[in-house]
């Protein structure tokens, strides 16, 4: 902030009050913008230490205010890719030689100072002066919740798609199903008096019939209702 002047005889002019004052009331309104932010926000001077942090960096980090500035950037905001693998800290001096706004990386988490891991996505962007670097502003915000709806969103379009194939299965096996038993029954009505045939057919109608209980099954799983529980024994069926 600049000086306020004073005359010769030590009296401060009343112009260079008017100025502070507006100058003061200026800082104290950008100040409250930044607080009432919803994304979190944290200012660092050149070398990465941090001068501001506002209320939603405040809760995303866990660290206040009055401990944070003017400690290290990477003190801070401790972040790794999800995955547990590293990611650069170097993040100050990579903003001020891209000279634009930059991506601080995809599918990230942020260690708060309890500990506690939180999905988080945002930039960093070089903080100018008349041109010339000061700092940067980093912004960030919490993605936990939308990621895990995502991934909720995504188990349910598989689960539609399996839904999908069983019903396709289970048209098909009707459709086999139905030639099957067609033509063992022609059989039997061409061949009436012929024991081992009656045998035959008997048997392929108990080996369809406990497909067409498993053709029911999918049929009921692609419409994704509850299946009522019943042991099968895989093995015996095999053999049939």
């Known amino acids: 902030m600049s000086e ?13 009050v008017r100025q502070g004052g507006v100058q003061n009331s200026l800082a104290a309104r950008l100040v409250t913008s930044l607080q009432s932010a919803g994304d979190a926000m944290i200012i660092t001077d050149l070398e990465g230490r941090v001068e501001f942090l506002n209320a939603a960096a405040e809760r995303l980090t866990g660290f206040e205010r009055a401990s944070a500035e003017q400690q290290d950037l990477q003190h801070i905001l401790k972040i790794r890719e999800s995955r547990g693998g590293p990611l650069r800290q170097d993040l100050v001096s990579l903003a001020i030689i891209n000279e634009a706004p930059l991506a601080l990386g995809r599918d990230i988490v942020i260690v708060t100072a309890t500990g506690e891991t939180r999905q988080i996505e945002g930039e960093i962007s070089v903080r100018l002066n008349a041109g010339v670097p000061t ?4 912004t960030f915000r919490d993605v936990s919740a939308r990621n895990w709806e995502e991934l909720q969103r995504r188990e349910e379009q598989k689960l ?6 069983a019903g396709a299965v289970a048209h098909e096996l009707n459709n086999l199903l139905t030639v099957v038993l067609g033509h063992s ?17 008997a048997e392929i109608r108990r080996v369809t019939a406990g497909i067409a209980t498993m053709t029911r099954q ?12 019943k042991s099968l024994e895989l093995n015996s069926l095999i053999e049939q």
């Open 160 to 165: 539609a798609a399996v839904s999908r194939l």
């Open 218 to 229: 999918l049929m009921t799983l692609s419409r994704r209702e509850v299946l009522q529980p």
């Open 135 to 138: 700092g940067t502003v980093i």
């Open 4 to 16: 306020i002047s004073q005359d010769q005889g030590g009296a401060v002019s009343e112009s260079a």
């Open 185 to 201: 029954e022609s059989l039997e009505e061409m061949y009436p008096d012929l024991a081992p045939l009656h045998a035959s057919t």
